[in-house]
Nanobody
Framework: AVRLVESGGGSVQAGGSLRLSCKASVYNVGGFCMAWFRQAPGKEREGVAV???????IYVDAVKGRFSISKDNGVNTAYLQMSSLKSEDTAMYYC????????????????WGQGTQVSVSS
């Protein structure tokens, strides 16, 4: 089984930045499409960003221009760089991975991390 471990969450003021990391227990994250989801208290989980094997990306409208998803195959880690954070970005953020060549927010991702909390104060 593939294990995903997120880190990098924390508390930040509005306008600040954070970088989330997702370390995968596999030899090459290049074999996966990677994604970040988030869930705020009382709300449904929503997709934030997807990075496919061909390098294409998908972002939810609310984060376009502020967040960036990337990965480093050499260290088996995916990242979510978050800038210009807003209070509405406060949520538990989850990393997900799947073997599919193309993924989207509706993909039934095979592997999930435990989450890392992001709190943005205004």
């Amino acid at each position: 089984a593939v294990r995903l471990v997120e880190s990098g969450g924390g508390s930040v003021q509005a306008g600040g930045s954070l970088r989330l990391s997702c370390k995968a227990s596999v030899y090459n994250v290049g074999g996966f499409c990677m994604a970040w989801f988030r869930q705020a208290p009382g709300k449904e989980r929503e997709g934030v960003a997807v990075l496919n094997k061909d390098g294409s990306t998908i972002y939810v409208d609310a984060v376009k221009g502020r967040f960036s998803i990337s990965k480093d195959n050499g260290v088996n880690t995916a990242y979510l760089q978050m800038s210009s954070l807003k209070s509405e970005d406060t949520a538990m953020y989850y990393c997900a991975a799947d073997w599919r060549f193309q993924c989207g927010f509706g993909t039934p991702f095979s592997y999930w991390g435990q989450g890392t909390q992001v709190s943005v104060s205004s």
